[in-house]
């Protein structure tokens, strides 16, 4: 069987990530080519993980001929056009989310996946690859929990983190586009449902930065959707304790919470604080397995011809919902899907 | 030290458990008369417990002068006339909750209150008594969490009484009535604040029986408070683990979970189920002790001639707040306060 | 129903809770007198819990008509003294743990219950009386766990009472006598069977001052019990996080572990510690509710006729077993009963 | 940096997982060949794993100069003769525990080790390895718990592998080699330090067919360190919930507890059996990322040119610890290192 043979895009602490991951903890995958146009970074990467190919320029990756397929996790608002370069020069593409920075991005992706049928393309919504998300994903699916009543998702990055959140805020795109999209892609795969409904609130409790872009540090919404469950996510910059990713889905027959606790391992620390759970810090740790599972997931599709079951158009999905949350977060009016 | 001499009214499950804990397990008081409309019950009670006044008739008990406190656990109809009749007769009144089942019957119980300055009222919202919830109200009073950013509260009564329910439906006045009031109620105590705007929504999931009363089996509700804060509350009767009510204030700089998981005890039980904790089974259980403190706090009022910190119009607010709840249930409308 | 009247004997911590237990918390019961040889001490806690009878010689107290009971919570040294003199009296008798100092003691206060037939005698294993204990201890009883393998059980107080400790060491007659009768009480409890052998171990880690009474500030001891069962002991006076009393059964169906996480009540705090429960304090807080329960079984019994399940047998057992153990550690020996 | 090509021995559960992790979680290495004396079973993983060379015979496989290294995952009586064989052809070695089945064929391996100074020789203590047993002991080691008073390991096979583990009986060695060996190793790398005293005891309590191996379906002992800390160790074959290994280490300034509850992942199911959480299945599920850990640190090890820190002294002194206890467990008297 032969490898799969990678071109990374983008070397920010996730695309080094994945670049490593790629390199060692991939089977059937070889971490062909790098690329980023930061030189002294890029050399520094591709030397330490033996990577033979190193380009700059996203074009010169793509006309590589040693190369079958490529990652991206450069700045979103490049993605879509580098889904449809690469995709024209024929290479497979596993995009990090979003797809687009606008809907209409997105259906731009969507016409370059359409126009190339025997090629591979996958999103990053690394949370369905999750250990914890896919187990109680299965027995949701196997009807152990009943029907969905209420599907509830927190996503909280640490406020140790929040200088960099307040100097990326303007190219966010706000906190239902950078952090929501990853509950609305749970919320949708859970229910099997699609929104009708959104009343979106928020603000900035810490840190009024976020207002200048029209975002808060902190913003929540409740919808209804076409099955009649209830959603509600919340999205947060200021958590205290940590890297805290947690959903519930209250079912009539049964209640699944995924990760109540962001606990960092199985040690339970007993001092004068109580008894106590360490958290994770940030979504590389949390996810660490996770961002391994879905490239295997790429690779695994690309060798066996098979399609992913993330499709372009979930990722239009997502986008589509997060603007409309973004938008009745805005006007604070109701809106209609 | 005298004694406060109190007449309890209405024998059904609380009204019984209320009996009980006056007559042995409330300070500086005692049970000197029971008052229901069931004649055998009484006796019943009343016998078992030494009581020595027993009353079909409200009218009798609050003529009678060996009393100097009424408490009423009778139907929520009867509720705002018996505050003014028992007022008028001279006796300080606990009242179960609601206030009064209108608005305007709230106001009427406000009418009764400011016309008797001498006498002690209180209504019982009990969560505030739980030793959890005080100690995490005072938690947040002292600042410990920094600023309320999110505070997200369920009720959830066990499928398992699913018939009662139903049964109950057509008085109960809808779940934002029957069981939102006390998260509502905690909502204003933990906040320091009022709702501005609410979204609702929910639905039957599993017993269509509750939509002839205009109600869900499972419905919620999104709040922006003036202060900023989002509040979501969940109220449901199909849950399949046992009587939940729990709390989570996510603040600036810390956050506080009350009851996350509402187990039983503090036994813990390791078997084929995997690690377990059995679950708080109905709110005489959960909130027994907080059933006592409640009612020793009314006794102690009298006794030192202070006020309650619960007063007759965060009844009225509370009521006020679950009818535009309700309200926007029904229209699917995002309504103002 | 006329009311057992009782008389309490000893005001420090643990006295003082009762006494204000049986006046305020226990039915059918008043406290009518208070004995206590610090006169002011006495004075101030009889005027305000309102009690007409005061002592400051335990001989006034037993020889005062109005008394029906005496609960003894007075030195260790004089509780096989009080227990006869009571009994003598014609006083039922409820003391606190130990039953003597030693088990010769034990075997008088054995003499003196055994000459009154006609009075009730309890002894305060307060643990047996806790909700969660009891919920155990029927599961174990109903068979749902098998047979028992393992019974673990720790006894742990705070490093924070450790000057208190160090005192109280030359009269305490070390760990296995002053702390782990509870677990030996427990561990008799749950498998119903004695023990065979004991091999019993420890130091002073942290506080050399306790080696001077033959003790450490930790210790433990593995016994065979005739069952087979197995059974580890833990006791020790440097808790970091707060007062730890833990057990776990093992059985061949199940396990049940009691209080694993000593938590104040259910409140959790997230925040830069991490996910966290604060623990109990110290004695009074965890058992405050066995505390009630005990001496409103021991008020039951003389009330009904019926004798308590604890009986002065098991009290000098105990402490033949304990003293066992003691004499394990200090020898360092394995040690047969 | 050129890969260590590695031949893998043993084609059982853990045999067949250490082959697909070599095959494609190990950085810098790859699975060269494999060895089984059951040839289909053999080729089997062998086609899937795409390895060139397969051997039913462990010496051609030594032979072989197309393998730097072996990994020993054989019956435990062939590891010494494998160890020495290999290291003799010029091979690093990795063995699975127990580095022997008597403390003299553990001396032969540390002869065979001592003849080889240019070659890696790593056992298989894949424990030490897994984040959570790691992130503990680097908090034990930077002092945050202080000095060790208790260290307390648990190792449980779950229930429904007692067949299996009846047919093995005969030749465990006992539990106290067969499982508790771990917990030995960890509680010398938690203390630092070696046992002086144990005590053991246990029996059959539900299958009596461990009798005929001198052995129990659950034992137990209680060491005295050599440094004072009390070690109690629990090895059992009947685990109604699942694989438990937890271990406990109280120091006096903290208390550290991996793995309480053997938690199978983040999922938490809220259903008519309680809140719970499902548990590990095996050793497999438990120790996934450990056992790729640990072969990952062999090969770093041999391409760094350095040691690991785990010796085969350790293997040795292990041994013998174990069968002391074994000696202590048999005989029912205390015995002395």
Redesign the interface.
Known sequence: ?NKVRIGSVGLGRLGLQHAENI???I??AELTALCDVDAPKLKDAADRL?VPHRFTAFEELIACKDIDAVVLVSPSALHTGQISAAMAAGKHVFSEKPLGVTVAECREAEKAVEAHPELVFMLGFMRRFD??YK??RE?AAAG????P??FRSYSQDP?KFIAGAIAFAPHSGGQFLDMAVHDIDLARWFTGSEPE?V?A???C??HPEFAASKDGD?V???M?FKN?C?V?L?A?R?????Y?VETEI??????????????????????????????SENFLERFDTAYVNEVQEFVDCIIRGKKPAVTVYDGTRVSEIAYTCKAAFES???MKF
Chains 1, 2, 3, 4 share one sequence.
Request: proline share 3%; charged share 20%; with cysteine.
């Open positions: 069987m390199a060692g903890r089977q059937h033996g250990e914890s187990y109680a027995k152990e929990i009943g029907k009543v209420l406020e409904t009343y609130i928020g603000g409790y810490a902190n929540s919404c409740l209804k009649g209830m509600f919340f947060g200021t958590a205290p304790h940590g805290n209250i079912g009539t027959k049964g209640i699944l919470r995924i990760a109540s606790v962001p606990q960092k391992n199985l040690v339970e620390v007993l001092d004068n604080h109580g008894v106590r759970r360490e958290c604070g009016e109701l």
